[in-house]
C-alpha cells in the first residue's frame, strides 16, 4: 500500500476522463494508488457511432456491456489498474436524464436504497483506505439524476466508513481525511468560449452563455488546481476510447483545440471536507490533492 491513496466516485463510464482524467494519469505516474469506482455502466446513454446504433436502450438494450469494455480501454490509456464498479456488473442502472421514462425504470440508480448503495460502497473505503476521495457536488455537476446519487451515495459512505459500530464485517473503521468535489471555473469556459468564437464557431457551445451553464463554477469557489498539461494527451485518448459517447473534435471537447491545457490539462476542484494545505499558486489555490494529509 502506497502513502498517497486517492479514490475517485463517478456515474457513468466517461465521466471519469472528463473531469479527473489528468489528475487520474498525474498521480499514477508520481506512483499514487488509484481506485476508481463507476456507479452504472450507462446503459442510457446515446449511441455516436452509427454502426453500433443497435445497442441503444430502445433497441437491443446492449449498451452497458459495450460501455463497460470501453471503460476498461480509457482505463488501460490512464494506467489505472483498480477500477470497480459499484456492487458489481448491472447492480445498478443508468437512471438517464431527469425526467425521462428511464428514471423509473427497475433497477434505476436514483431510486436505489442510499444505505444500500452506500453499503456497496464501504468495504471499498475500508479496503483501499483513501486519504483522499472525489466525487460530485450536491447537484452532480449539471443536475443528472445519476450524478447526484453518487454524491450522496459517496457522503453516506464516507461517514459510515468512519463509523466504528458500523458493519464490522465490512473491515476495519476509515476515515477520509479530505473530500473534494470536481468543478469546472466560469472564467475557464467564459475565455473557451471566446477563443471558439474568435475562431469562427457560432454554433453548439460557442453560442452559449457562461452564466447560463449550470456546471460552471463561480471561481470563488475553487480551492484547487491539479495542473497535468504532461498528460492532456493521455486524457484525450482515453476519453476517445469511450467513442459510443463522446467526439474529442467537437462541442464542448472542440475547448481542448482552444484553449488546450488550461481548460482540459489543469482540473479543478472544491475541497469540501478537510484542511486545505500547502503549496499553493498565486490564486492561493492548492496545487496537490495530497497537500496536507498524513499516511
Known sequence: MTDRRLMLVHAHPDDECIGTGATMARYIDEGAAVTLVTCTLGEEGEVLVPELAHLAAAADDALGPHRHTELAAAMAVLGVTDWQLLGGPGRYRDSGMVGTPSNDREGAFMRADLLAAARDLVPLIRDRRPQVLVTYDDFGGYGHPDHIQAHRVATYAIALAAAPGFAPESGDPWRVQK?????????????????LRAAGETTGFAEMDPDDIP??????????????????????????????????????????????????????????SGAMGEPRDARGWETDLFAGVSA
Open 215 to 272: 456546471f460552471a463554477i463561480d471561481d470563488a469557489l475553487i480551492t484547487t488546481a491539479i495542473e497535468a498539461p504532461d498528460h492532456l494527451d493521455r486524457k484525450m485518448s482515453a476519453l476517445a476510447e469511450h467513442a459510443t459517447q463522446v467526439t474529442t473534435d467537437e462541442g464542448f471537447f472542440a475547448l481542448a483545440d482552444n484553449v488546450g491545457i488550461q481548460a482540459f490539462g489543469t482540473e479543478y476542484y472544491r475541497l469540501v
Open 179 to 195: 473530500v473534494y468535489w470536481t468543478a469546472f471555473p466560469r472564467s475557464v469556459i467564459r475565455a473557451g468560449i471566446a477563443a
